[in-house]
């Protein structure tokens, strides 16, 4: 062993005193088994190294020698994990074999270059844990040089980034599956290729992947997938729950629980394609099945199978993140199947609604009274022997009952409509003799045909049983076939037949010779209200209702009806019954047919001769009854006639003037306004006028009585804007015609608006419309969701309630003031503004589009706006600039303080704090206050307790505001900040009344994390630094100087003490003192290493009494061994401070510059030599001889050399400044030259030594001479 944990160690052990456990394993170990040897052998080059790696708290490794053997310290252990530590003395081949590929070659390029090397996020594969590991680590591998300034080792700190890395990568993919939207992805089908779409490009953390839904009955269809081949072993087509109960899909839907399947690499050879990993392509051998749960937690739609990455384990962030593609994935689908039962209902209404308006329209339950007492007095008046009606009005009477019969069939059929739509209407089937009731109802129809001049054929023989049936339907369904028969055949016959069909039930055909049906009409032909468009037949009177409702009493019966027409032919319509309706038992008794009368007495009309005399039925105001009429007219006499003339059907409101009628309407709103145009107090134009400007009242009708005649009184009227316009005189059945007429056109325009709102409320996009002046009219429900305010807050005048405070927020209310009158001016387009909800003047973003509807001239008339909340997206981008900037700002920061500083200000900046603070604890405990101007101690013990819980955490921690307290509590939040095993926190305070919400924590986190990473950097190069200056002070020049010399050095790299430059003074005994300048190649730390080694060959040559000469030649051959020394400048001299002799040799360096203390100025230019190690020559020397006063200068090129001057320039301008300035003391002359040559600053190291000859007479030591 090399030592042991007890016991006291030798002194070449103490770089192991701070190493913890592993220090001790080091101690441990038996160094002398390893390449490196016992540790008493060590060079101090690799002790050094491996104390500030043991030291350190933050990874670090050092790999050391050609077999690059490892020395680690404890907080890289969990780097190495538990498969390979411990591994001191180790390779690091044999250690890290799965990734030697890839750090074998960049650790060789550093130990042959001698350059550092930095990775960022670099994909490293590892066997740490049993398997073989997707890992990211960032790290750099520096060169340590050792005493004979070679390349010895590699010294290594490192962080893993894998969880961020991953972290990353998979929340893109959960953005991406979040963006999927019923506007990209209207259908399930378009969802689920969507979402694939989006895995297919995730295949690093999902493989593979496939969605299986259920269908209606049961059975899983497969909708999607990616990742294998399309192979029925892998990924069927369909599940059925019977045949493939046992495969995990069915365990899933049941559960509604998460499946994990293990050994798919078995059992699945060859099936999964390759993921182009760089990791390799090994199949993934493990899945995850995880139901699709609908939104509100009912049964799931499907299940989602996601591959495994085969180089991850499964842990609890894997599964987390499975979860949310899941549940991303079922959120899609379900707004999918929303959007289409959205459409599908809208579409359905919309139908339906319109099915409805022409339904009903001029029809009521109330008419069967009416038509009552229309037809039974007629009925009377014919059949009265006592008092008989003359012809003239007997022909009148008669045309009454046929109309008045025609109008009851049809009310009717339209109330039977009613009730099969309200499901009210079902067959009250018996036994009967279908086949006699049949010929019963044709034979009774028959006068019809025979009249129309068409041949009647009746074929319905016994079917030998009774058949169920409703006796009043099939009177309808046969009646109306025979009827449509005789309407559209104009030669030929039509022809009745009953027989027994196929399947054993019954079968009734109605043939007919007529003109035929068009091929493209016969999938239309069983709709309500549909008519066949130009069909030439006995008359064009008709509803399109007969055919449907033959259809529809067909289907009471279980049966069917179908068509065979050929145009020109005729048709055949066949409605058949099922063997159900067979009863098997014998016929009964036939019963009457009650409603072969009405339809057979229209169909005589179409062939009977028209003589009777057009007559003017009395008007049926319709649906219109009991409507409220107001009427406006200062005549007495025709208010009352008026009022007579509508009393009878509507409730009549008087007024005498126009103000009256104003003040009537606003108390009590009726359904029409009829007005006299000339009243006093206010006339029928200032009545129309008041009703228009007031939305309350500006959708009643108005119509316009008036005895002014022609077309330009009617323009004028409806110009201004009246529904109607009705001059005097006017008949009784004009005017109540034009009531009836606005009264019905204003119910449709209301049911229209009133399915115009049904619609707009569906539609998931908030939306509102505007009138011209910017006036908001009308929203819909959504966009009360979206903003806050409801259709009761209308008229909304701009600047609307939601837009941002002019006076807090002028820059966001500018913004939307700018678009919203773009919108205005027609310009349309897409917006993303900022906006405040109504509910909690919370702060939200709307995605607006606006479009406007232009009138004729191109003037806008109104403006539609739809929106759309994107707060949680313009969060996210809010997030993503706030990251940027925040490490856009520490990217040149380099200290640790300077990376809170800065950190600390862009998260003020960020939230507009009131006070911010960074507390960080040292190891003993002591909790220290950065940005606050107050110390730990001082802060409340509150604010203590809640930034020690965020700290012992690790959890962010925020808190509400409250201003009734006195004085005001602000709004607190705070974030861990990690940084390897350090942890501070960041404080926030800000103004109680400001709310910090979920995505404020959020990012609050975020921020504190990159901050973490960039503090970490930080203190890896603070540490690197302090360790870099600790070699760079060893072999800078002395700091303690002989009297009369003054020193100044400045490297190029500022924040560094070294660089290629140097100078030297070194006493030699008595009054000879040597000095030297030199120039290595290069800047920064790899020069300075060159530098120290020359600067100690040349301070040791000078110690062992040799000239400059030799100096310098030595100096060549120590440069010939050191790569990086060639082509170093050097200027060496020995001064006698007694009898002021100077001798000197020159390797390619600057002359040295005299300032005579008598005036003027003279260069050392006569030992001119080339650099180091360039050339085998022989080297020069020369001397001088200084007087009391004289002034020497030795400097390098950093000095006087400078782009766009030339190198003589700069040598002239020294000479100036040293002439000048001669007779101060050398410190001052110091400074002159660098103000005078260095204030614009400098490219390169700087280093210069100055000289003041004092002299001593008396003495005489003169320094050799070359």
């Not at 060159?1090 to 400059?1108: D, F, I, K």
């Amino acid at each position: 062993m090399s030592g042991g944990a007890g016991g006291q160690r030798p002194v070449e052990w103490s770089f192991l005193a701070s190493g913890g456990r592993t220090g001790e394993m080091i101690a441990e170990l038996d160094w002398s088994t390893t390449p490196l040897g016992p540790i008493a052998g060590w060079p101090q080059s690799l002790r050094t190294a491996a104390s500030i790696c043991l030291a350190s708290r933050h990874p670090m490794v050092i790999w050391w020698g050609p077999e690059l053997v490892l020395i680690y310290n404890d907080a890289w252990v969990p780097i190495l994990g538990p498969a390979k530590h411990p591994a001191l003395g180790k390779p690091g081949e044999l250690v890290w074999p799965e990734m030697w590929h890839i750090i074998g070659a960049q650790l060789r390029g550093v130990l042959d270059s001698g350059h550092a090397t930095w990775s960022d996020d670099q994909l490293l594969p590892a066997m740490r844990h049993g398997y073989l590991e997707e890992a990211y680590f960032t790290y750099s591998y520096s060169p340590i040089r050792d005493e004979t300034g070679g390349v010895a080792g590699v010294f290594t700190a490192v962080i893993e980034t894998t969880d961020r890395v991953l972290n990353e990568r998979r929340l893109r993919t959960v953005r991406e599956l979040g963006d999927i939207s019923a506007v990209t992805a209207p259908t399930v089908q378009g969802a689920c290729d969507a979402a694939l779409e989006v895995l297919a490009l995730s295949r690093a953390d999902i493989p593979f992947a496939s969605i299986y839904l259920l269908g209606t009955e049961g059975v899983a269809q497969r909708a999607a997938f990616c990742g294998m081949v399309d192979d029925p072993r892998i990924v069927p087509t369909e599940l059925d729950p019977d045949r493939d109960a046992e495969k995990p899909l069915w365990a899933v839907l049941n559960s509604k629980q998460p499946q994990v399947l293990t050994g798919l690499a078995a059992d699945y050879p060859g099936l999964f394609t390759p993921t182009g990993s760089p990791m390799g392509d090994a199949p993934p051998d493990a899945a995850v099945a995880m139901p699709l749960a609908t939104a509100g937690g009912g049964d799931p739609v499907g299940a989602l199978f996601a591959g495994v990455n085969p180089y991850r384990a499964l842990d609890a962030d894997y599964h987390r993140f499975l979860d949310l593609v899941a549940r991303q994935v079922a959120t899609a689908i379900a707004d999918a199947q929303t959007y289409q039962a959205q459409r599908q209902r809208a579409e359905a209404l919309a139908e339906l609604d319109q099915a409805k308006t022409e339904f009903f329209t001029g029809v009521s339950h109330e008419l069967r009274t009416p038509l009552t007492l229309i037809t039974a007095p007629a009925e009377d008046s014919l059949a009265d022997t006592q008092d008989p009606l003359s012809p003239g009005q007997r022909t009148r009477v008669e045309l009454i009952r046929r109309n008045s019969g025609r109008l009851r069939r049809l009310v009717d059929t339209l109330l039977d409509f009613a009730r099969l739509e309200g499901g009210r209407l079902t067959p009250d089937r018996v036994a009967v003799d279908l086949a006699a009731l049949t010929r019963g109802i044709a034979e009774s129809f028959a006068p019809a045909i025979t009249r129309a001049g068409l041949r009647a054929t009746i074929d319905c023989p016994d079917l030998g049983d009774a058949v169920a049936v409703d006796v009043e339907m099939w009177e309808k369904i046969v009646l109306n076939l025979l009827s449509n028969a005789v309407k559209y055949t104009l030669a030929g016959e039509v022809t009745v037949t009953l027989r027994t069909s196929g399947d054993g039930g019954v079968e009734l055909a109605v043939a007919d010779t007529g003109i035929g049906i068009p091929a493209a009409e016969l999938p239309l032909l069983f709709q309500r209200f549909h008519r066949v468009r130009g069909a030439n037949g006995r008359s064009h009177e008709g509803s399109g209702i007969g055919l449907a409702l033959v259809a529809e009493l067909t289907g009471l019966h279980q049966g069917r009806v179908s068509v065979d027409s050929l145009p020109g032919a005729g048709s055949t319509f066949i409605v058949a019954l099922p063997a159900a309706a067979r009863t098997g038992i014998a016929p009964a008794d036939t019963w009457a047919c009650s409603a072969v009368e009405l339809y057979r007495e229209e169909a005589l009309q179409w062939s009977g001769p028209d003589r009777d005399a057009p007559a003017t039925a009395p008007l049926d105001v319709g649906p219109t009854a009991g409507a409220t009429v107001l009427v406006a007219e200062d005549n007495l006499d025709l208010r009352r006639f008026v009022a007579r003339l509508l009393e009878p059907h509507y409730r009549v409101l008087l007024a005498g003037d126009g103000r009256s009628a104003l003040e009537q309407v606003r108390v009590d709103p009726p359904d029409l306004v009829l007005t006299d145009v000339m009243m006093p107090r206010l006339d029928g134009f200032g009545l129309l006028s008041a009703l228009r400007a007031d939305p309350a009242t500006a959708a009643i009708p108005i119509i316009l009585l008036s005895a002014q005649a022609g077309e330009e009184a009617t323009g004028e009227g409806l110009a201004a804007g009246a529904d109607d316009y009705l001059v005097k005189p006017f008949s009784s059945a004009d005017l109540l015609a034009r009531v009836r007429s606005n009264l019905t056109l204003a119910r449709l325009r209301s049911q229209e608006s009133a399915w115009r709102s049904a619609l707009i409320s569906a539609i998931q996009d908030g939306m509102y419309v505007a009138d011209s002046d910017g006036t908001v009219v009308e929203v819909n429900d959504a966009f009360t969701g979206i903003v806050g305010y409801t259709a009761k807050d209308l008229p909304c005048v701009p600047p609307y309630p939601w837009w941002p405070d002019p006076v807090q927020e002028p820059e966001d209310f500018a913004q939307v003031h700018a678009a919203f009158t773009a919108a205005l001016a027609g310009r349309h387009g897409r917006y993303v503004l900022p906006m405040r909800h109504g509910a909690d003047r919370r702060r939200i973003w709307l995605s607006i589009t606006w479009g406007t509807v232009t009138r004729p001239d191109g003037t806008v008339a109104a403006l539609v706006a739809t929106m759309r909340d994107v707060t949680a997206e313009h969060l996210s981008a809010r997030r993503d600039v706030a990251v940027a900037r925040l490490t856009g700002r520490l990217a040149g920061v380099s200290d640790s303080d300077g990376v809170l500083t800065t950190g600390l200000a862009e998260l003020t900046a960020n939230w507009a704090t009131r006070r911010a603070m960074i507390v960080s604890w040292d190891l003993a405990g002591q909790g220290s206050v950065l940005g606050a101007g107050t110390s730990w101690a001082a802060l409340s013990p509150a604010t203590r307790a809640s930034i020690t819980r965020i700290h012992t955490t690790g959890r962010a921690h925020c808190q509400a505001g409250d201003r009734s307290v006195d004085p005001p509590r602000p709004t607190v939040a705070g974030a861990p900040i990690r940084s390897g095993t350090h942890t501070s926190v960041v404080w926030l305070e800000l103004d109680p009344g400001r709310p910090f919400r979920d995505e404020d924590t959020a990012l609050l986190s975020d921020l504190a994390g990159h901050l973490g990473q960039a503090l970490t950097r930080a203190r890896l190069f603070d540490e690197q630094r302090t360790a870099s200056l600790t070699l760079q002070r060893a072999i800078l020049g002395p700091t303690v100087l002989p009297a009369g010399f003054a020193v100044r050095y400045e490297p190029a790299v500022s924040h560094l003490s070294v660089g290629g430059d140097w100078y030297d003074i070194v006493e030699l005994g008595g009054d000879r003192v040597g000095v030297a300048v030199g120039d290595c190649v290069g800047s920064g730390l790899p020069a300075a290493a060159v530098m120290g080694q020359l600067r100690t060959a040349c301070r040791t040559l000078l110690l062992e009494n040799h000239t400059p000469t030799q100096v310098l030649t030595a100096l060549d051959r120590v440069a010939a061994l050191i790569p990086a020394a060639r082509c170093t400048t050097v200027f060496c001299a020995i001064l006698d401070r007694g009898t002021g002799a100077v001798c000197y040799s020159c390797a390619g360096h600057l002359p040295a510059i005299i300032a005579r203390a008598a005036g003027g100025t003279e260069l050392l230019d006569d030992a001119r030599g080339v650099p180091l190690a360039t050339a085998d020559v022989a080297r020069r020397g020369a001397g001088a001889k200084l007087a009391p006063g004289d002034t020497v200068l030795l400097y390098t090129d950093g000095l006087v050399e400078r782009r766009r001057r030339s190198l003589d320039d700069g040598i002239d301008s020294a000479r100036e400044i040293l002439a000048e300035n001669y007779h101060l003391a050398p410190a001052a002359i110091a400074e002159r030259l660098a103000a005078g040559l260095l204030s614009d600053g400098h490219d390169d190291d700087v280093a210069y030594l100055i000289y003041q000859h004092a002299g001593r007479p008396g003495r005489h030591s003169p320094a050799k001479s070359d």
